[in-house]
């Protein structure tokens, strides 16, 4: 006889320890600065959640690092002045996958991803409540069979607000983090949240390493992120024709930004590495009139990325082929605007083409009639000389191969050869 179900059951929570054992995180610096990233973005939440329009203008978040050069010590933490883990906040904090963070954007699973990275994670808030402004402390330890340890210790702050602290580095990124720059954790934190720049808003956001003053990183990327061209284009996913909005800006070229490159974004944050596009463009970077050098930087979104982000927010789940296709798509249109870079690119190539046709002037044969000018633009732009030699000789066979087909063929069958060349 079937056993009758219990009206109290209720479903078992993820099991989240095996799930992160089954997450992967890139060991570089995306990796290390994602628990940091998805604090930023949690924070931002609650300055939305606080303030609403006036977030950009009433929000702030403060990002320290300390002792960076020493595994051993390191510390980081991230702290808001948003609404505070308030009742409902907490609520959402201890479901994973919460569907509060879904209408987010967000996928309920950040602040566990930082358990792949450090070991020990502190909590501390202010909120306001019908009763007063109280207050929430704790450390959040997946790996315990109760998570939540609390303490009746004060935030180090006063008013309304979250704090994340991170230490206890694992050991696996000991050596790791001693490569790592300053003015690189920076960049990439800046960039991270480029979407956010572009398309919606940013509230103040401050670094501060050690002792020294914080320095704004919102300031910085108003200064150097200028929107040149956006727009949008359709690509195939899946069968279905999806809309990608593509955004594309130009900033100085630096030991951060030292090549051309595009973003894949999703929950208004970049997922994934940038695909470098100097092969495409043919340059790592541009120089303009005044011979400062810069790159190009695209940007693009669609709703379809949403739908594919994996619950880690690492990565886009489509094929090779349909990103390839959106980074050419993407490509052309930077050609586009950058008609003037790439004449130069193809001036370049010309000349190079020719003077290795005045050493090897048979290979003039591959070009089928073609001035250089016209076979040189329908080659990529990162080929060299050698590139181009190579692809004529294998040109200058096929053609001599024909003809040697033709004369073979005019000597078996003279009478229809001499046919066909009146019929012309």
């Known amino acids: 006889m079937d056993s009758k179900p219990d009206i109290t059951d209720t479903l078992v929570k993820p099991d989240m320890v095996a799930v992160l054992e089954r997450t992967h995180l890139s060991k570089d610096l995306h990796g290390f600065l994602l628990p940091t990233l998805e604090a930023v973005s949690n924070a931002m939440h609650g300055l939305e959640a606080r303030f609403g329009s006036k977030a950009k203008e009433s929000g702030k978040i403060e990002i320290a690092i300390n002792d960076l050069d020493d595994p051993n010590k390191i510390m980081i933490s991230v702290t808001d002045n948003g609404v505070g883990l308030d009742d409902d906040n907490y609520l959402s904090f201890k479901t994973p996958f919460s569907g509060h963070k879904l209408k987010q954007n967000g996928r309920g699973f950040g602040r566990f991803i930082a358990f792949k990275v450090f070991y020990r994670l502190l909590y501390s808030s202010r909120y306001e409540s019908g009763s007063g402004n109280l207050k929430r402390t704790f ?21 309304v607000g979250l704090r994340v602290d991170y230490n206890e580095l694992l050991p696996e990124w000991f050596e790791l983090v001693k490569s790592f720059d300053r003015k690189d954790i920076a960049d990439h934190i800046g960039s991270h949240f480029l ?12 670094i501060r390493f050690d002792a020294n003053e914080p320095e704004s990183i919102t300031s910085y990327f108003r200064d150097i992120f200028i929107q040149s061209e956006s727009g949008n ?31 894949f974004a999703a929950g208004d944050r970049i997922v994934g590495n940038p695909r470098d596009l100097t092969n495409l463009l043919g340059q790592a970077f541009f120089t303009d009139e005044e011979n400062n050098n810069y790159i190009v930087i695209a940007v693009v979104r669609s709703s379809a990325f949403e739908r594919r982000l994996n619950d880690a927010r690492t990565g886009i789940n489509i094929s090779p082929s349909t ?14 605007t950058e008609k ?60 001599s191969r024909d003809l ?21």
């Open 139 to 159: 450390r959040f330890d997946v790996n315990q069979e109760n998570e939540f340890i609390f303490n009746d210790g004060d935030p180090d702050f006063s008013h």
């Open 195 to 206: 979407p956010y720049f572009l398309y919606k808003w940013l509230p103040e956001i401050t």
């Open 233 to 263: 284009f359709l690509c195939a996913i899946d069968g279905i024709d999806e809309s990608i909005e593509y955004s594309i800006t130009k900033v100085p070229k630096t030991r951060s930004f030292k090549n051309h490159c595009l973003l």
């Open 323 to 336: 990103i390839e296709e959106i980074v050419s798509s993407v490509g052309d249109i930077i050609q586009n």
């Open 340 to 399: 003037s870079q790439i004449i130069k690119i193809k001036t370049a190539q010309s000349k190079e083409l020719e003077g290795a046709l005045k050493e090897n002037p048979i290979l003039r044969i591959g070009l089928k009639g073609r001035s250089v000018h016209d076979y040189v633009s329908g080659k990529p732009n990162n080929w060299k000389a050698q590139d181009f030699v190579s692809n004529l000789a294998i040109e200058r066979y096929r053609v």
């Open 404 to 424: 040697s087909k033709a004369i073979t063929s005019a000597a078996n069958n003279p009478d229809d050869y001499m046919a066909k060349i009146r019929d012309r």
